[in-house]
């Protein structure tokens, strides 16, 4: 059984009640007496520092600590407590015995146990107080949920439990440390007469009630100070703000009572709640309140660091109001929404109450603080926001160019936007994304573009940063075509050219390699100028473009526009097409998800495709290839007419 590693070793500390839990799961697996179960007893010493607990005759090193045992006992082997005051037996200056308390958890104490030693036959889970007087009295305590905040207890306010409670002397020193019990309860015993004051750590979106309210007595009321700020107020040589009065305790001065209430403000925002605000509120402003070493190693983007436990934001308020509000003056309140953080919420809850009694209005408080931060943040090391357009370029005429902004700034981003400054219009593909692309314009010597990046941030206290980037264009020698005529090569170096007459503009264009794949079912027998892929950004939705295509030399009259689809399949895509009369101009009517559309209805026609023909025409679909309507060239010949296209 667990029980015999616990007796018969006496001067060895207790297994704590992980240890004993990794035992019991192997000893789970070896046979067990039928019934047997366990249970675990917590057990802790009231007032802390009065006194020690053995169990078995071993001594328990911390408190409180857990310890599991088997349930039931096997009879005459069910361990004993036995509480031991501090000091020699023999000395009762500061510590007696005075009974046991236990508490059946989650409920009420069971009873008083006066006995010592103390053998129970539990049978569920305990806690159990070894409880102590002194005779010069003891430092203690509770702590209660003010749920009326007026810092006094009525019935119904419940107590907080599990809040850390520290003792100090008058020169600041620590002593002691303990836990409120279930009842809120705490308590010290001073290892030796003399000043003392209690720190008690309030937790993260707790704050203080009314000290001392009107109408409260000694026994009811908040003896906590409800304001720790600025920080040196009440505050003594170790820089812990004083949570209490301190008072002599001593033969004379028997002990002290200090309770404190705490309430949760309205003014608390969860930190998702506080991203959903901050998102749709771009002019909330983040004031983090945390030492500069914690805030450069990662804050939130656009926050501004006012230090609270150094005073730095109580003797900088006026700054602050000012920087949060140009037009502020002295007696004016600030109404900007303002998010206070610091690392878990606890000192931010502090540090609202100031704001708030200092005319911000509308100060909140983020829990729990970028302990648990839920978006991205930058250090102090990064140069944000960035706008970085890229290196300055170079690109031929009629060659596509992408504009990139990856190397700006890309954590809570409103928006980037770019814009031509300099230089022959061009159409970007998206002026709002981090990369676009344009096609280089028609030049006849080479010329320069210049574009401007914005990046604006989201949240407007840092709004914008800019960058430019110039791109020169080069002429690339072909001539043959009209002035308006974007001029390019071919993938097998022969020049062509393409116009977009209305609808839209161009903005991609590659020339593409036919070969990859030339064995595929349905090709044409010749793609003289292989492939072309483009891109026309359209005037709207829906709409169409019509776009011509320059050859040097006339075309069969076979041709035909074909393009290779995302499916595999070569088909005839011309929807609308018309030759010129000399056979070296190509008209084509493309509509926005149409045929010869490659990308769907979404404001853009890209079409993948080419001049085709076969050495003998193919046989005509079923039903029967009608002839298309004439577009009014009168030569008799099939450039005079529209291309049949395949749907698809």
């Known amino acids: 059984m667990i029980l015999s590693f616990l007796k018969g070793h006496p001067g060895k500390r207790l297994m704590p009640a992980f240890l004993c839990m990794a035992v019991a799961a192997i000893l789970l ?27 078995d005759g071993v001594p328990v090193q911390d408190y409180p600590s857990s310890f599991v045992f088997p349930s039931p006992p096997t009879p005459g082997n069910n361990p004993e407590f036995r509480a031991i005051p501090t000091g020699a037996p023999q000395d009762q200056v500061f510590a007696t015995f005075a009974g046991w308390t236990v508490r059946e958890w989650p409920h009420v104490p069971v009873g008083q146990i006066m006995d010592n030693p103390y053998q129970p036959l539990f049978n569920a889970d305990r806690t159990l ?27 119904g306010e419940q107590p907080l439990e599990n809040w850390t409670v520290h003792l100090h002397k008058a020169d600041g020193t620590r002593v002691m440390t303990t836990q409120t019990d279930y009842r809120g309860w705490y308590g010290f015993m001073p290892p030796e007469p003399g000043t003392y004051y209690v720190f008690v750590d309030t937790k993260a979106g707790w704050a203080i ?40 305790v001593d033969a004379a001065n028997p002990g002290a ?13 969860p930190i998702g709640q506080a991203k959903t605000i901050w998102d749709l509120l771009r002019d909330v402003v983040i004031v983090d309140i945390r030492d500069q070493a914690a805030y450069c190693q990662g804050s939130v983007p656009c926050s501004l660091n006012y230090t609270f436990t150094d005073d730095f934001l109580a003797t900088n308020l006026d700054a602050l109001k000012l920087e949060l509000d140009p037009s502020w003056t002295p007696g004016k309140l600030v109404t900007k929404a303002v998010g206070i953080i610091d690392a878990d919420g606890q000192w931010s809850t502090v540090a609202t109450q100031f704001l708030r009694d200092n005319g911000l209005t509308e100060a909140y408080n983020i829990v729990p603080g970028m302990n648990e931060w839920i978006w991205a943040t930058v250090s102090c090391n990064d140069n944000y926001p960035l706008a970085d357009a ?45 990369t676009t ?101 359209l005037d709207a939705a829906h709409a169409q473009a019509n776009v011509t295509f320059f050859f040097p030399h006339a075309q069969p009259d076979r041709a035909r526009w074909y393009k290779y689809t995302s499916a595999g399949q ?36 890209r079409d993948p495709g080419g001049l085709g023909y076969f050495d003998v025409p193919p046989v005509p679909p079923v039903p029967p290839y009608e002839p298309p309507t004439s577009r009014g060239d009168d030569s008799g010949s099939s450039r005079g007419c529209f291309i049949n296209a395949l749907k698809n």
């Open 29 to 55: 697996c070896l046979p067990a007496e039928s019934g047997a179960s366990q249970y675990k007893v917590t057990v802790d010493v009231r007032p802390a520092g009065a006194g020690t607990i053995e169990i």
């Open 129 to 155: 107080y070894a409880n102590f007087t002194t005779n010069i009295g003891i430092v203690e305590g509770f702590l209660w949920n003010d749920a009326d905040r007026n810092g006094i207890q009525i019935e």
């Open 209 to 248: 009630s009314p000290r001392h309210a009107p109408g409260s007595t000694v026994q009811n009321r908040s003896d906590i100070y409800q304001f720790n700020y600025p920080p040196h107020v009440n505050t003594i040589n170790s820089g812990d703000p004083r949570t209490t009065d301190t008072k002599l």
């Open 257 to 269: 009572l200090w309770n404190g209430g705490y309430y949760q403000p309205d003014f608390n925002i």
């Open 390 to 434: 890229g290196p300055d370029g170079a690109v031929m005429e009629g060659s596509t160019y992408l504009l990139d902004a990856t190397g700006s700034s890309q954590i809570q981003i409103h928006s980037y936007s770019w814009e031509q400054l300099s230089g022959p219009a061009v159409a970007l593909a998206d002026s709002k994304a981090l």
């Open 437 to 537: 692309t344009f096609v280089a314009p028609p030049v006849a010597q080479d010329l320069t573009l210049s574009f401007l990046l914005f990046v604006e941030t989201h949240n407007q206290t840092c709004l914008l940063a800019a960058d430019t980037v110039v791109i020169t264009v080069q002429d690339n020698g072909v001539t043959q075509y009209p002035a308006d005529v974007t001029k390019f090569f071919s993938f097998n170096g022969h020049p062509v050219g393409i116009r977009v007459n209305s609808g839209g503009s161009l903005v991609s264009l590659a020339p593409a390699a036919f070969a990859p794949v030339s064995a595929t079912a349905g090709v044409p027998d010749h793609m003289p100028y292989e492939l072309f892929e483009f891109a026309i950004k």
């Open 570 to 605: 070569w088909v005839e895509a011309g929807q609308n097409a018309a030759w010129s009369a000399n056979g070296m101009e190509l008209t084509l009517d493309l509509v926005d998800g149409g045929p010869g559309d490659e990308g769907g209805v979404d404001g853009f026609i």
